[in-house]
């Protein structure tokens, strides 16, 4: 899966808030003061290309879908940065994690509870 810019990631983030979309729809999301619609019109085109947007024909009209899941572009961009930044090393991400990203200890503690249930629940299975 290719890597979005960050006008792209935008145009998914709305994408996939909408879960449909008509382009007006898109533009419409911007903060003021919005991008010009031919800008995001490109960008949207280039997201068709990519694989990442389908589309339905309605009349003229397109209406713009999410073609990747928002949870599956996640995974691939962590799993990216993991092997770029991390040497592929889950040890030394949650190394950096908690030691440089100035959580505080109840930050820190809620993480961990998380990660006793995910172990909980794969022990249980």
Partial sequence: MKELTKA????????WKLKAAYLKDIVDEYPEPRPAYTT????????VKKGFIDYE????????RPAVSKDKYMKQTFRGMLDSFF?????????????????????????????DEQIQKDNDR
């Fill in 8 to 15: 792209e990631q935008q145009v998914m983030q709305y994408l």
């Fill in 40 to 47: 995001i019109s490109t960008v949207v085109n280039v997201l």
């Fill in 57 to 64: 024909l309605h009349g003229k009209s397109r209406q713009y």
């Fill in 87 to 115: 040497d592929n090393s889950t040890r030394q991400f949650a190394s950096f994690f908690a030691q440089k990203t100035e959580l505080t200890v109840e930050e820190l503690k809620e993480i961990r509870a998380l990660i």
